[in-house]
């Protein structure tokens, strides 16, 4: 019988996944596969945070494939021989996937298409992942962009293609076919820490729609101004779920758009266009991964890769990543992260600046570090993230634009409401000094009963001098290049 091989990758769903549409229509058998092949990732295999998520996502789409009474088959690579076993075995003639930008991946996956070709299998690649391929949108010089406004602008001009339909029926799959299981992939780390983590979400296509309706609902109207509030429940906490492709950006896009357009009020319209242009950010990041596939390591301005950082103890790195720097918002921040798995964007925004800045620890180890613990850690925008606020990347924050933590945390924190729930050592804290508890007088401490350096850290710089130290990093940086030009 004519039969096809689907291979599930970051598309872990049913609605709007044009590989697996395509295969229902062209074929009467239809093979949905998972391979287990993190060696091919490297050097970008996935983190640990992103394992745990995976294993639940991989679950919820088994799940939902044997309602319709199929099941996903599951296999170790090498994926080129691991699919060529399977096309034999089940003689197979095609065999389709929904494309990854990862470059090594793409690598990979050019190279594992030509094999299958060769050996006659028919080989179809589609987009599920972004609103336009990173290709498609180029500068009038036919370039990639470097500047976010004027990308923004062409992916609007370009339009984006409503989304594809739901796969309503699919072919049984044969008893015969052999699969390994889900726990043999060992996703899961062996001691039981990402239990915790796993309750604050729901993996898989459902826990993704929900999110999004549930942020329609609630956050729409709020998110222009309340999306800088870390406290608030305004973000759509959907990255994770975009990252896995349990949802698409095309079925984002368009809903959104349809919420603006059937809403009266002038605050969902703002939310929404505020919205679509952070969804075009994610585009922009993967525009940048694939025409400068070397900025997960290096600074996209070259200039960059002769900064002078500073040669850091482990210590000063750990009390960072773990949370016990003595400055309340970035702890909050690292402790959100480390107990979630996700992070608030406006936090993110300060942790990275003041590891960056104020404590001159290279972009590449807080990247490290997000890469292990984030469930939504995403090769094109983490590098984004971290190369904007280090200033070396795109479109970046200039370099001397030093976050305060102290006045970013009074104005997106005012009430210490996320500080307070992260760093409960803390909660008793008068507002005036949540942020700022080194200032606190003597009596306030002992009444919030926190004794500094005991119960909760002294900070580990100085703000004002070690923005200076950066401020003079970066004018070394630039006598030293304007010398070599
Ligand atoms: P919402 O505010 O609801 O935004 C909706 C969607 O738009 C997000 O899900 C995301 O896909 C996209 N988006 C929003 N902001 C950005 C942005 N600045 N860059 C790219 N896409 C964006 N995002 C990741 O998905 N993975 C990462 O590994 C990642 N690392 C980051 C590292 C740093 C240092 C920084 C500053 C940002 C990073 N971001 C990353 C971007 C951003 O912080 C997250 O996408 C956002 O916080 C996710 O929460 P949300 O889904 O509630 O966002």
């Known amino acids: 019988m004519d039969t096809a091989l689907v291979w599930f990758r970051r598309d872990l769903r049913l609605a709007d996944n044009p590989a697996l549409l395509h295969a229902l229509k062209r074929h009467q058998r239809v093979i949905p596969v998972y391979l287990h092949c993190p060696d091919e990732e490297a050097p970008w295999p996935p983190g640990a945070a992103q394992r745990v998520w995976l294993h639940h996502s991989l679950q919820a789409l088994d799940d939902s494939l044997r309602k319709k009474g199929v099941r996903l088959i599951f296999r170790h690579g090498p994926s080129l021989s691991a699919m060529q076993r399977l096309a034999a075995e089940t003689e197979a003639c095609a065999s389709y ?95 039981a820490w990402h239990r915790n983590m796993i309750a604050h979400w729901q993996p898989g296509e459902l826990g993704a729609r929900q999110a999004l309706r549930s942020f329609l609902k609630a956050g729409l109207s709020q998110y222009k101004e309340g999306r800088n509030l870390p406290a608030e429940p305004f973000v759509s906490r959907l990255s994770p779920h975009l990252h896995f492709g349990e949802i698409g950006p095309r079925q984002i896009w368009q809903a959104v758009t349809q919420a603006m357009d059937s809403s009266r009020d002038k605050a969902s319209r703002d939310g929404g266009d505020t919205y679509l242009k952070e969804l075009i950010w994610r585009e922009f990041a993967y525009h940048l991964l694939f025409h400068f596939p070397h900025t997960p390591d ?58 960056t800045k104020n404590l001159l620890v290279p972009w590449q180890e807080g990247a490290r570090w997000f890469w292990d613990t984030l469930v939504d850690a995403d090769l094109a925008s983490n590098t984004l993230g971290w190369q904007w606020t280090a200033g070396c990347g795109a479109d970046a924050a200039p370099y001397f634009r030093i976050f305060n933590p102290v006045l970013q945390g009074a104005r997106f924190d005012p009430a210490g409401d996320y500080v307070r729930q992260w760093v409960p050592e803390l909660s008793k804290l008068p507002n005036k000094w949540i942020h700022q508890p080194w200032r606190a007088k003597k009596d306030a401490l002992q009444e919030a009963g926190i004794q500094l350096g005991k119960d909760y850290p002294q900070p580990l710089v100085d703000l004002a001098e070690s923005r200076q130290r950066a401020l003079n990093a970066y004018d070394n940086l630039r006598e030293l290049t304007a010398q070599s030009e």
């Not at 029926?169 to 699969?179: F, N, T």
């Not at 400055?327 to 990275?352: C, F, K, S, Y």
């Open 298 to 355: 290096s600074p996209l301005n070259d200039r960059f890769s002769q900064f002078p950082w500073l040669e850091h103890e482990d210590k000063t790195l750990s009390a960072w990543q773990h949370g016990r720097t003595g400055i309340p918002i970035v702890d909050a921040g690292m402790r959100e992260l480390w107990q979630t798995g996700w992070m608030h964007n406006r936090v993110r925004m300060i942790v990275a600046s003041f590891l």
């Open 97 to 191: 996937w929904n494309r990854l930008y990862d470059p090594a991946l793409i690598i990979r996956d050019k190279q594992l298409e030509a094999a299958l070709q060769q050996d006659g299998l028919n080989v179809e690649t589609f987009n599920s992942a972004l609103l336009q391929e990173p290709w498609e949108i180029k500068t009038k010089q036919d370039g990639p962009y470097k500047v976010y406004t004027p990308f923004a602008r062409s992916v609007r001009e370009v339009g984006v293609d409503p989304p594809n339909g739901m796969a309503r029926k699919l072919p049984a799959v044969a008893k015969s076919l052999l699969s390994e299981t889900l726990e043999d992939l060992q996703l899961l780390p062996r001691q």
